[in-house]
């Protein structure tokens, strides 16, 4: 039985540095996997994680790998941003953390991963270890910016 132990949420703008901020707290934190279970109202797997680093709505612990990209715009490799993601439709998503080097051939991926590893931060070859198909999203909602007109600029563009 899955618990909310927050309230609900609505999809709402977010920026990039807090939405990295959020991904590390579970990676601080070692949360294990458990599609199962909630932490902080988000279910303990790659979705809930993204979602939970998005604050995005955790209705039912977050989006799934078969939803997430219903609040997402499809984007190339060049224009990937810190809180952006790589998604494997019903499979797997990663959130996007930054490139480690200048060729874009590896990327700092946070991830909620299997049980016995949990949620982790490294680097990750593009697109995605095993040559999945992995495809870059960005979320509706995030914003370059985490000044408090950014709220206000995103909802009129």
Wanted: with cysteine; net charge neutral; glycine share 8%.
């Amino acid at each position: 039985v899955l618990v909310a132990s927050v309230s609900v949420r609505a999809n709402q703008p977010i920026c990039r540095a807090n939405v990295i901020a959020n991904a590390k707290t579970w990676v601080a934190e070692k949360i294990p996997y458990n599609q199962g279970a909630l932490h902080d109202g988000y279910r303990e797997d790659c979705s809930g994680y993204v979602s939970m680093s998005w604050e995005a709505p955790n209705t039912g612990g977050g989006y799934t790998t078969r939803t997430i990209a219903s609040v997402c715009t499809s984007i190339t490799k060049s224009a990937l941003q810190p809180g952006d993601i790589l998604l494997d439709a019903g499979e797997h998503v990663v959130l996007f953390g930054g490139w480690t080097d200048s060729s874009q051939t590896k990327y700092i991926a946070y991830e909620e991963t299997r049980p016995g590893e949990g949620t982790v931060s490294r680097p990750t070859p593009y697109p995605y270890r095993g040559g999945k198909t992995f495809l870059p999203y960005r979320y509706n909602y995030i914003q370059d910016s985490c000044t408090s007109t950014a709220a206000t600029s995103s909802s009129s563009a």
